[in-house]
């Protein structure tokens, strides 16, 4: 079973509206940390948000939340007022256990693209 | 602060032959990662450093390979390399120094085997 889903090929969305992309895990591991990445054009990963899965409260980063439902198992970003730079690839990615140094299984990603 | 660093930016190889790409990692950090991402694929985990340690490898047969020296630097080495060994490289690493979550990465070496 894949341990990161994101069923999203591809999303389209205006500017400077909302839009959520979908993520889900897979984990035994009561422990576990969970990240959203962004890769433009250029290739280089940019990391965005995280929440790790004792925390209480959704994770926000100035346009970006997390919207974490640990029962569903699942760890949408949320994008507020999408901006044209938004355009790029978006992977969620998990890392088990409860040390912070461990390896990140990713997602295959959604390209999200912003028109004017 | 300097961020995660990796050279080449480009290499081109033929089939057969042998690959090296490099890595530097954020200033402080002992981490060191690296990922494959080949075109239309996710990125899939190849090797772990920590402290000059190989802590983990991916589902990569043994001609993926690599060091991490005394500065924390990295170098990945493939042997052998094969058509399907096209893709980008990524490097990334953690620390203290940036907090225990995160993995920052570098730009990335796109190898292109012919």
């Known amino acids: 079973a894949q341990k990161i889903t994101q069923t999203q090929p591809g999303m389209f969305v205006q500017e400077k509206e909302a839009v959520t992309l979908d993520c889900t895990y897979d984990?035994?591991?009561?422990?576990?940390?969970l990240f959203w990445y962004k890769q433009p054009s250029s290739g280089e990963m940019i990391f965005l948000i995280y929440?790790?899965?004792?925390?209480?409260q959704n994770a926000t980063e100035g346009r970006y939340s997390l919207n974490f439902q640990k029962a569903r198992k699942s760890a949408n970003l949320v994008i507020s007022a999408s901006q044209l730079g938004d355009s790029a690839m978006y992977f969620c990615a998990m890392r088990e256990g409860a040390s912070g140094y461990s390896t990140l299984t990713f997602g295959k990603g959604t390209m999200l693209l912003v028109s004017p | 602060e300097a961020g995660v660093t990796q050279s080449p930016t480009h290499l081109i190889k033929t089939r057969g032959q042998q690959a090296t790409l490099r890595c530097s990692p954020i200033s402080g950090h002992t981490s060191v990662y690296w990922y494959q991402q080949a075109l239309g694929l996710g990125l899939q985990f190849l090797l772990w450093?920590?402290?000059?340690?190989?802590?983990n490898r991916g589902n990569f047969p043994p001609r993926f390979s690599g060091r991490q020296f005394p500065n924390y630097s990295s170098e990945l080495n493939v042997n052998a390399l094969e058509l399907e060994d096209s893709a980008l490289y990524l490097c990334a690493s953690s620390g203290l120094a940036g907090g225990p979550y995160e993995q920052y990465f570098g730009p990335g070496t796109r190898l292109t085997v012919t």
């Open positions: 929440q790790g899965s004792y925390d209480q």
């Open positions: 450093y920590d402290e000059g340690e190989e802590r």
């Open positions: 984990t035994s591991d009561p422990s576990y940390g």
